[in-house]
């Protein structure tokens, strides 16, 4: 539930998961960990942030632990903390953990943490089961694996990963973005992004609207503008390329999208405080995170992540 759930606002995400049997969470930072620790979240690790001394109390009556990501960690004095530790090892990603091949540092820390040492992880860059990068990586954690303590909890499948069934000897996943609909085709989305219109108005042929006319009426076009701009996260790079829907049926996005508001093409029976779907499905088509990312060369990820916290998430 990393990034405010994905941007799906971890106050609405995680007592909706506690609800469904789901009691262990992961996040990058140590303030999002004590904010999760308010929605009701009991057991949080932190997968890439050090501890903070004093905080060591907190920690522990707030059931925070953290990812060990860095071998300097032996020489601070952060492994002496009275807390519960996971070993990131850094298989192939090379962006945080202790390397595979640092044998000996990676036996001294098991040595230092001893009992504390709650379980070893990884992340990878390639979760596909045809990569041969994955054979690779899944080789070097397991030559990890063969010298760290038994019985700690094992974890190193994202979302990409996750379905292949190749990780037999993990005992806990990070599932990330399928949690919320994507990744796997049998999954469906659960965010929904919608506007109300807030003014229509018929646009004359010939005339263009918004920065710089790019697109301009060949005949008389019923308009409609909604508040939802780039500012929100509707990304810019959507110009004249998005669809929505509404209970007429699918719109066009015209014109270029503004910082607060957007303009779409609509049949003439959409009026003000009409209902648009931006992202999400209708009765005759859908656009959703992961759609909207190949219009704007992009991930549905970072789709998901920029639409902005002001932007109000409502469970249904």
């Known amino acids: 539930v990393k990034d405010d759930a994905y941007g799906h606002d971890a106050a609405v995400v995680v007592p909706e998961l506690l609800r469904n049997g789901i009691t262990k969470f992961a996040v990058v930072y140590a303030e999002d960990a004590l904010m999760l620790s308010e929605f009701g979240a009991e057991w949080i690790l932190v997968l890439d942030d050090p501890p903070v001394s004093g905080m060591c109390s907190e920690y522990e009556r707030r059931g925070i632990r953290f990812c060990i990501t860095d071998s300097k960690w032996l020489s601070n004095g952060l492994l002496e903390l009275p807390i519960k530790f996971h070993l990131f090892v850094d298989v192939g990603m090379h962006r945080e953990g202790v390397p595979w091949y640092e044998t000996n540092t990676i036996k001294e820390i098991c040595k230092v943490v001893g009992n504390r040492l709650e379980g070893i992880c990884s992340h990878l860059s390639n979760g596909l089961s045809d990569s041969q990068v994955l054979a690779t990586q899944e080789e070097r954690f397991r030559e990890v694996l063969s010298i760290v303590p038994e019985g700690l909890m094992v974890h190193l499948s994202n979302s990409a990963s996750l379905y292949n069934g190749r990780f037999p000897y993990a005992t806990h996943f990070r599932p990330g973005i399928s949690l919320y609909g994507y990744g796997h085709p049998g999954l469906k989305p659960v965010l929904s992004l919608k506007a109300r219109v807030i003014h229509e108005h018929v646009l004359e042929p010939g ?53 607060d508001f957007t303009m779409f093409k609509a049949p003439k029976n959409v009026a003000v405080g009409d209902e648009i779907v931006l992202m999400g499905e209708w009765e005759e088509g859908h656009f959703w995170a992961d759609e909207m990312a190949q219009v704007i060369g992009s991930i549905p990820y970072e789709v998901l992540t920029s639409i902005n916290p002001r932007v109000p998430r409502v469970l249904v």
């Open 207 to 259: 005339e263009g609207l918004s920065y710089g006319w790019t697109w301009r009426a060949t005949e008389p076009t019923h308009v409609v503008t909604v508040p939802v701009g780039y500012g929100d996260g509707y990304n810019r790079k959507l110009s004249n390329k998005a669809i929505a829907g509404s209970k007429a049926g699918s719109l066009q996005q015209i014109g270029t999208v503004t910082m």
